[in-house]
Structure formats: C-alpha cells, structure tokens
C-alpha cells in the first residue's frame, strides 16, 4: 500500500499521526524507509515482549536459531549478522545477540545456537563476552544435553593465546552435554572468506531441523537494537567504507615529547553515516610507496608483475600499497615466505612458535624480507601476506558538536629497530602519508559496550590514559551538547604534564565551566617516583566510592595490557576498603556493575 | 593607612587601580598562592596569583617562540616561572654560586644563569612543581627572592669596586642594610614557600603599607666617579661621599626612572634631582621615608604615572623635600661635590688597594651557560671550586672574581682563558653594548633584545672599522620594550622595541650617564639604523674633538637636541 493511499479510517492512526507519517517519510529515500520499516516491526515486538503480550517463548525452547557474538573490534558482531542473514535467506529463524545482551538463564532453553567471538589480551574473553564465559564456567551452568551448537574464533595468529575464548566455549558447551554440529574453525586476521563458509557449512547442516522446528511466518527482521547507531542508514559499511576527506591533521603533543598524538579531524559531509559517542572509526589506508620499492627491489620482483588476489588482476605495486598487511607481522608470512624463498633458516624459526612470536614482536615484514632476501615469485610473495585489516580508533568527538566531522585521537607508531626507522601503518598514513584534502577511506563500528547512561542525571567516571581519553572527549562533548546534569569526573595520565597532557586546553575549559566535575592526572614521569592513574583512583579511593555509591557509570579505555589489569585491581581495592568487602566481593561488585552496564571498557 | 597627616592636596586624584584592589585583597601578599601551587592542571598561577608572586620575586612567564604551536596542539602556554634574588650589591660565595650552578642545571628549562642588570642573577625556565623547592634550596644556601619584583623596594643596588676595597665594603653594607630596612615584614614569604607555621598576629607592614607602594621602586648606592648602577634609573640613591677613603655621609637623589609608555606622552624617562647631604647616621631613616612619601603620595589611580619621578612631577621636588624632612626630622644639608666618570665594568684584572687581585669577566648579555665553544657555565663552577674570595655580579651583567690571592691568580686565569670567560677578541663595543632578557621568555617583550644584540654588536663593530675607529666604542643598549630593564634610556645609542624587528632609535645619552638620549627614527628595522648609524658614526670619526664619545658629538653636532627636562621636553 502506498503511504499516500494511507487514511486514518484504514488505520489503527488518527489523523494527525497519518498526516506525520507522511510528512516523515516523504523525507526518506529508498534505503531509509526500509531501515525504518524493520526498526518499527522490531521495536514493536521488543515492547510486545517487554509487556509480556506477545511472548510466551521466554520460558520455553526455542526452536530458532540463537547465534551471539563476543566481539571486541565488531569482527564477530558482522561475521554473526551475515550468518544470521544467510539463515534467513533460508527460511529460518535466527537471532543475533550481543554476549552482553544475553540473558543466562536463556542458555537452558536454546535449541540451536552458534558462538562467534574473538579472544583479546592473554586468551582473555572479550568485553562483552565476560558475563557469559563466567556464567558457563561457573557452578550455575546448567546441563546442554539437547543443545546443538557451533564455534567460529576470530582471532591472530601473531598472538600467543589465538582463538583461545574460541576453544574455551567450544569445550565447555561440550562438557555441558551439548553436541557440536560443526567443528570449531579459527580463523586469522584474514577471516572473510573462510567464515562466509563455515557459516555457509553450519547452516547447511541445521537448515533441515531448524525448518521443520519453526514456522516460516515466525522470520524475525534484523533489527539494529534500541541502541544501535543511525549509521546503519547510510549505504557505507566495513565492506564499501566511505573516502572521507581529512580536514586536520594536527599533532598534540609537546615538540619535546616522546610520544607523537595526532588529532584527526575527518568530513563524513555526504557519507550519511553517523555515531554516537562510544563508537569507533575504521580506517583504511595505504602502505609506504617507499617500503614498498625496498620490498620489491629486496625480491627482485618488478612494480608492476600482475598478481591475482581475490580474483582480481592487479600490480604487484597496487596489491602492496593498497591491499596487502605490511606492517604488522605474523607467522604465517614466515612459514610461507620461508617455504617460497627456500629459508631453512628461517623455516627452522617458523617451527618453533614461541622463538617465533619474539621474533616478530618488533618486526615488521619488511624488516624479515631485509633479513632475509630471497627470490620468490610476485604471486607468491602477494600470497604470503594477508589481507590489510582496517584499523579501529575510538571516535573522539560526539555529533552534537562536530555535526558531520569526526574526530580521532591517533597515537603515532614510530619507532627505531634494527638500524630503520618504523612507522605504523594507518597512524603513519595518516600522521604523515594523507595531505589535508586527501581522501581515506572509513566506516562507522559501532559499540553498544561503550555507552553514556541514557540519564544525563547519572554521574560519569572516565578513566582514560594516553589515547585513551578519546571516547571521553566525544562524551564530555555529547553531555555539554546536552546539558546534562550528572557529574564528570575524569582520570588522565601520560609522561609529562608540559608534552602530554592531550587536549589539555579544551579540558581546562570544561573544568572552568563545570562540565567536568573533576579532572585527575597523573604524569608518570614528572617525578623520581613513577605516578599512575591507579595511584590517582586509590588516592580519591572514598569519593570514587561514594560516586559508585550513588550509581555512577564507570567507563575505561586506552592500554589492555598493563592500564587496564592495574585500574582493575585498584578498584576492586577501593571497593573492598571502603565499600567494606571482601576481594571476592569486590569482583562481584564490579562484575554486578558490569552486568547492569555500568562499568564499561573499550580497551586494546 | 599613614601614620603622617597626608595632604590631600598632593594625592593624585581618581578610582584606585585594580592592582591596588589586589593588594589590599592579598592578606599581605598570600592571596591564593597556596592553594595554586596544588592546581595541577595549569602550569600556571591563577587571577591575582599571577601578580602577587611577583612581590615574591617570581614572574610567570612562558615560551613565547613556541606559544603559537602550543595553542595549536591543544596545549597551554609552557608556563613558568622566572626567579629574580635578592643579592644587595650583587655579592656571592662561591659555594652559593656552585648551589645554583647545579640548581640551575638540573631545575630550569633553559638550564642558565643570567646576571641582570639589577646586579643578580635570575633562573629563567622553572615549572611549577620546582618552584617550591627552589626557595627552599635558596633558603638553605642563605638567599631569597623577597620583593624583587612587585611593587615594593628591589634589590639594591651597589657599585662594583674592588679596587678601594674598604669604601666597597661600606658602601656595601649600607645597601644591605637598607634592602633589609625596606623589605616587606608579611610572613607570607616563609609560610607558603618555606612551610613555616602561620603565627597569629595582627601584620602590619609599618614601612611599605598594607597595600605597598603604588609602583616598583629602586634603590642604588653609588661610589663616584664611578656610575656603573646607573643612578638615573633608580627611584632613589645614595651617592657616596668619603673623606680619607672612609665614608662619611650621602648625597641623596630620588626621581630618576626610565621606562615609559609607547603612545602615551605622559610617560617618560627622567634623571633623579639632589635631595641633598645626609650623614650615614640619617641613611635609614631617610630610605624609609622616601619610600613613605612615594607611597603616600604616588598615584594609585593610575600606574603609568604611579613612578616616584611622576610623583615629584606633579607635587615638586620642594614639596618632596619637605615631606622627607617633616617624617624624618632631618634636614639635607647642601649637596657635596660629586662627579660621575665612566660607567663601564673594568675588563680584566686589577689590584685592589688591600694588595688582592679582582678579575672582571666581560659575560655577553649577562648569559651564563656552556655555549658550543664556549662553556662558560662549566668554567665559572671550576673557578667557584677553587676560589677563596667571593664573586660580584655587576649592574653591567658581568661578573668579577673578587678578592683572589697572588698565588692564584695564574690558575683563575688559566681556566678563565680554557672556557672563553676571558676573550682577547672581544672588541670594546662589544664590552659597552647591553640588552634586556626580552625573547623568548619575557611576557612584554615588543621585539629581540638578548638574542639580536651580538650581530648588532658586530654590525656596530664593521661600521667602527670602515671608518678607521675600531677601537673606539658607543654605549650601545638594546631593550625589548619601553620598560627600561635594559636601561637603553640612557646609552649613546639605545634601540628600545616597538614590534617585531622594529625598534625607536635613540640618540645622545652619554657616556657617564647623565643624559636622556632622544628619538631619532620612529619604529624602524635595522637596514635604516644603521644606514644611520653608518653616516653618523662617519662623521664621529671625522669631525670630533679629543675624546668626545659619540653621544656628546650627535648633540654638539646639532643631529639630537639634548633632552633637559623630560616632562617638557623629552616628547617635543
């Protein structure tokens, strides 16, 4: 039915509403109305379920199809979604859930399910996989008998722990009694093709059952979620990332600085995407024309030898700058550049996992290929590398005040080793390689896990170190923007208050104008005794308290590694001293703050 | 706020300045600066923080060569502060000088000491978490910072002679004895920089006010003919006046002062007037009372005009007199003949009547750091190691290894010679040209001072030598702005900053100081100073009489009229 046609009589809608509805959608395009049509259906039957009208499922099997994902960067959320739209092409009933929107007690209950998560850290869950890897490895799971299941890891080989949340769910569920249907795959940074067919193989196998279990007119729309992104309206993906024009390029740290921060300032004017604050940037780039030469001079292989690389004929040149991963290593190009050239040397590295994983830690390709010269074919060489994998960056401005700009905050990675300057590959492109006016390519990622309370009267705590503070300088602008009430209270930290204090004018405005309520830092290297954001949490240990007390959001971002682990403990220190607790009911604490939303992290 | 009946016919009418509110509202120069101190978002001090450290002895000031760049990176201005002491006459042990040597190393961004033509040094670059334990380290080692800025009596300053060694020492110990006399009583000083315990009494500041001195205020004590302190920069001075090499008394001037402000025709240098002979038995009594007078009756409305020198502008030097004689009770008796010689340090050694060696070092800009070539910095601490005398900061920011015995002389010299303290090249222009700090640190620099005077000096140097004079010198004075620290006001040929590379040329000071030099081009660079200078020194060269400096030859030439009586005149 035309919307023109549409009159109140022939409707559940008064006048008015008809006259709204039509004066909204006229405005839409094509791909807008679509979205907003499945956005409809689908929060009308989230209200349905919300009001225990429509549905009675909560408390029996459900015979669809449930696939979550554990997904740090958005890797395992998009390989889950396609999955799910594969199902439905086939007439099944599937639903995607993010780990952290999964109610455990929901577990019992699944019929079909299918886990895709990536690992972060030393084999650690990620963010928003923590509350159900607990669950299941706790006491409380319960017996899986009739459940059939699938695992896909997502993950990289370059790490010690590779896929290792993968295995862990895949083991568990079958400890649980639930049958896998699928053996578990792990795949690599270069995941794409082999996970459109493990997902094309899962389906194969449960189409059959699944089908006869579900009734077709059942089919869920794939909805974006209460709180997902009106990014999902704009035709610019992951897949067909948008070329943004850079508009700044500004470097903000110190010229006595050891470290080199870029404010990025990019134009998405056109692009129709758009964020909320606590989402990230991908970008794509281009390598080093210069270390691409090195590299072909270094192999003997001319500029432009084609290659075939996804069906694709291009210049071995092209495939380098433009396709192909050159600056992060991985042992798979070792093995296989080893193998083509002939290296026993270098084979003999390649066997023995943890020499290797040292090896590379600081290497780039280019620094095994000066090692190691050899002779190998365009072909080969184009073979041994994988796939250049977006870089994500926490997106450092909110709409409300930049409107169709966005904004990062880019730690350069440059370094000297082995006799040769480094730089990182989408920091160098865009510290360095990308002229203001130049155009790089973009897509939105949205994170669900990194959100403002949805009331502006709630308090805030950020803790955000080095570049850290990027998300919190798009939430300080979006509670500005908004006029929200609730206080802010900021943690920050790098070496030199007179180099890295990032952003520090526009922070000491937002203090001068109350925006921020408190504003902490800690330059570590200012004084003999190194100083840290944890010693600043411990220092104001009984007000952070007294704010986690009075329901404060907790959010974390910047270095997994170290940062993260130590902000953790410091903590779960202050909430044991002060919160009089045990350091077992402290954890439970957090991980009760963590489950109602309120302690977040977007850490890597 | 006077103990004294103020005639409120002298008071200088108008709204009280916001300085003066900010005084008033400092609790004795404490405000907030405390609590400052603790705010580690901002390198820098807060509202009247920001100038009631100057009282302290503290500028806060910033890189300005890289103010632009930090702006753009987010980053505030590099805060921080500069540190002026307090050296009455400019002495220091050599143990003092080896302390801040290091300090000055290890605490400073620009890691130098630079002597000033106050007569003492000044630690530029120090952030804020070191400001503290810089006066608790000056205070360990016997110095402070008390009042050398901010509106209140500053250092005082003291002829530099080693030569009549025992007319030195008198002398000397008048100005500390008169610096001690004027400083500010408040508690303040030693209670947020030295952590020492609050007492509860009632302050009082007897001398200074509970709202200080309307302006800064110098102090000089002279020895003729020797004016190497310049006395027409200081609000007040006590010349010398010895009988049988023993001091006997002062001739005392007030009312000399030489900053101004571009634009604003109120506002001019002026050289002191006699007040009249005191004996030394009046030296302190008379000091306070200058300073009384000033600070009732210098203006408090307006600080342009807030100077002594404006104050007995306005209420005459009589009247000025009066007042000083009413409070004091003692009358001046007629001023004893005195006469001013020369004004330059004396380069090199020479044998003080007591039989010691004194070696005056020529220290370009007064800049003390190792430079590449020329570590100075290291072969000043390697002197100070050894040396059993003390040294003498000059008003001419040179320093003068003072009091070294026969016997090591040769090993002072040795090492002198070995850092480039001691430099057979350096020309007398060179030796009698100065400038100001100004770039990069000074908050009111116009235009380069420090930096842009050597090339200047050389350019000067080349024009001496085409016209065949290249031993001959001019008092060559650079400042980079029209607020006098580089006392260009009263050099032969003085260049003060209007704006990037513009400057006003001035000419026709002389060489003993005693004369304002006038405007003879209006905010130009330098291609026309010394297109100038190359024409007038030409003629210098060839058309003066015996030993005539330049400074007298311009004015008898007819190319400046000289500058009689500045409020009248200096602006016509």
């Given at each position: ?293 090195e590299l072909?001079l270094l192999t003997a ?28 290593s991985?042992p798979?190009f070792v093995e296989k550049y080893a193998a083509a050239t002939g290296n026993t040397a270098l084979a003999e590295l390649a066997?023995?996992?943890?020499a290797l994983?040292?090896y590379l830690?600081?290497r780039q390709i280019i620094d095994i290929v000066r090692e190691h010269p050899g002779l190998l074919?365009?072909?080969q060489l184009?073979?041994a590398l ?32 082995y006799?040769q ?184 | ?572």
């Open positions: 039915m035309l919307l023109s046609s549409l009159v109140a009589q022939a409707s559940p809608l008064s006048e008015q509403q008809v006259q709204q509805l039509q004066g909204l959608v006229s405005q839409l395009n094509p791909i807008q109305q679509a979205w907003v049509s499945g956005y409809l259906a689908a929060s009308a039957q989230l209200a349905g379920q919300v009001a225990g009208q429509v549905a009675p499922a909560a408390a029996q099997a459900n015979a669809g199809l449930t696939i979550l994902f554990g997904s740090q960067t958005g890797n395992a959320r998009h390989v889950a979604e396609v999955l799910a739209k594969q199902a439905q092409g086939k007439g099944i009933v599937a639903k995607v859930v993010d780990m952290a929107e999964y109610k455990t007690s929901q577990l019992k209950n699944e019929q079909y399910l299918v886990i895709v998560t990536s690992t972060y850290g030393e084999g650690e869950p990620p963010e928003n996989a923590i509350g159900l890897y607990n669950f299941l490895f706790s006491k409380k799971a319960p017996k899986l008998n009739g459940l059939k299941y699938a695992v896909l890891g997502l993950g990289d080989t370059s790490y010690e722990f590779f896929c290792k949340t993968a295995q862990d769910f895949d083991q568990r569920l079958a400890e649980l009694g639930a049958t896998p249907v699928q053996a578990r795959a792990d795949l690599d940074v270069d995941y794409q093709a082999q996970a459109d067919s493990w997902s094309g193989e899962v389906i194969a196998k449960l189409e059959p059952e699944l089908k006869a279990a579900t009734a077709p007119s059942a089919q869920v729309i794939a909805w974006p979620g209460s709180d997902a992104t009106a990014g999902a309206a704009s035709q610019y993906t992951k897949q067909n990332p948008f070329a943004a024009e850079l508009y700044t390029n500004q470097k903000i740290t110190g010229r006595d600085s050891t470290k080199d921060v870029r404010h990025i300032e990019i134009s998405l004017a056109g692009s129709g995407l758009s964020y909320q604050p606590g989402d990230a940037l991908g970008v794509y780039f281009s390598n080093d024309v210069a270390l691409v030469r072909l292989i001319a500029r432009d030898t084609p290659v075939q690389l996804a069906g694709e004929t291009l210049t071995i040149e092209q495939a380098l700058t433009d396709t192909l991963e050159l600056t992060q991985y798979a066997a023995d996992k943890a994983r040292a830690s600081e074919s365009a072909q184009a073979d994988r796939k250049q994998q977006p870089r994500l960056y926490s997106i450092a401005s909110s709409q409300a005040e930049v409107e169709d700009e966005v904004h990062l905050t880019v730690g350069v990675v440059r370094y000297d080793a006799g300057p480094h730089l990182g590959g989408a920091s160098g492109f865009l510290a360095e390689r990308l002229a203001e006016g130049d155009k790089v390519k973009v897509f939105v990622e949205q994170n669900n896990n990194f959100r403002l309370p949805q009331n502006d009267d709630t308090p805030v705590i950020m803790i955000g170190p080095g570049t850290g503070i990027a998300p919190f300088r798009a939430f300080l602008q979006e509670r500005d923007a908004r006029g929200a009430s609730g206080k802010n209270w900021l943690f920050f930290g790098n070496p030199h208050f007179t180099q890295d204090f990032l952003y520090q004018l526009e922070l000491q405005n937002y203090l001068k104008r109350g925006v921020l309520t408190k504003l902490n830092v800690a330059f570590s290297r200012d004084q003999a005794q190194k100083v840290y954001v944890q010693d600043k949490l411990r220092a104001h240990g009984s007000e952070l308290w007294q704010w986690l007390e009075d329901g404060a959001h907790l959010y974390i971002c910047g270095d997994a590694n170290r940062m993260a682990k130590d902000v953790q403990q410091a903590l779960i220190d202050i909430v044991q001293q002060y919160g009089g607790k045990t350091a077992e009911q402290a954890q439970t604490y957090l991980d009760e703050l963590r489950v109602a939303k309120r302690y977040q992290k977007d850490v890597y | 706020m006077s103990q004294y009946t103020i005639k409120p016919e002298l008071v200088a009418p108008g709204a009280l300045s916001d300085n003066e509110r900010l005084k008033a509202d400092g609790d004795h120069l404490r405000g907030t600066i405390a609590s400052d101190l603790k705010d580690d978002i901002t390198g820098g001090f807060n509202g009247d923080n920001f100038m009631l450290i100057r009282f302290h002895g503290m500028y806060q000031q910033d890189d300005r060569d890289i103010r632009a760049e930090r702006t753009a990176q987010k980053l505030e201005p590099l805060h921080n502060v500069m540190l002026r002491a307090r050296m009455p006459g400019g002495i220091i042990t050599p143990q003092q000088w080896l302390a801040i040597d290091k300090f000055a190393a290890d605490s400073t961004l620009y890691g130098s000491i630079r002597l000033t033509t106050r007569q003492t040094f000044q630690f530029h670059g120090v952030l804020k978490p070191n400001i503290k334990p810089m006066h608790q380290f000056l205070h360990s080692i016997g110095i402070d910072s008390i009042a050398t800025a901010g509106d209140v009596n500053r250092n005082v300053l003291c002829t530099s002679n080693p030569v009549e060694s025992e007319l030195h020492q008198q002398a000397y110990q008048w100005a500390a004895k008169i610096s001690e006399h004027l400083l500010p009583k408040t508690r303040a000083y030693a209670e947020i920089w030295l952590d020492e315990e609050k007492i509860e009494t009632t302050e009082v500041e007897p001398i200074l006010g509970d709202t200080y001195l309307p302006r800064k205020f110098k102090t000089a004590v002279v020895i003729p003919p020797h004016n190497d302190i310049d006395v027409h920069a200081n609000d007040l001075s006590f010349v010398a006046v010895a009988e049988n090499g023993q001091l006997v008394g002062f001739n005392v001037l007030v009312g000399a002062g030489l900053a101004m402000t571009w634009g604003d025709t109120a506002t001019y240098p002026r050289m002191a007037d006699d007040l009249g002979f005191i004996p030394l038995e009046h030296t302190l009594t008379v000091a306070e009372h200058v300073v009384t007078v000033q600070r009732d009756y210098g203006n408090r409305s307006n600080r342009k005009n807030a100077k002594t020198k404006y104050t007995i502008d306005r209420i005459g030097l009589d009247a000025f007199r009066a007042e000083v004689e009413a409070r004091t009770g003692v009358a001046f008796a007629p001023v004893r003949p005195y006469q001013f010689t020369s004004r330059g340090d004396r380069i090199g050694w020479v044998e003080g009547i007591d039989g010691k060696q004194h070696l005056t070092l020529f220290i370009e800009n007064g800049r003390i750091l190792d430079f590449p070539g020329k570590p100075l910095k290291t072969g000043l601490a390697k002197i100070a190691a050894i040396h059993q005398g003390d040294l003498r900061m000059t008003a001419n920011q040179n320093l003068i290894i003072a009091g070294v015995p026969a016997a090591q002389k040769a090993d002072i010299e040795a090492l002198a010679r070995a850092h480039g303290l001691i430099d057979d090249s350096h020309s007398e222009q060179r030796k009698n040209s100065m400038a100001c700090v100004s770039f990069p640190t000074c908050p009111l620099a116009m235009a380069e001072a420090e930096r842009y005077l050597p090339e200047l000096v050389t350019k000067t140097e080349a024009l001496l030598s085409k016209h065949a004079i290249a031993d001959e010198h001019i008092v060559l004075r650079v400042t980079g702005c029209p607020n006098g620290c580089g006392r260009a006001m009263l050099a032969e040929v003085g260049l003060v900053g209007r704006g990037p590379g513009k400057y006003n040329l001035y000419l026709g000071g002389n060489r003993e100081g005693t004369r304002i030099p006038r405007l003879l081009l209006d905010n130009v660079g330098e291609a026309d100073i010394l297109a100038t200078l190359d024409g007038l020194i030409g003629r210098w060269a060839t058309e003066r009489n015996a030993d005539e400096g330049f400074g007298d030859f311009v004015i008898r030439a007819g190319v400046v009229k000289p500058v009689v009586v500045p409020k009248d005149d200096f602006h016509s």
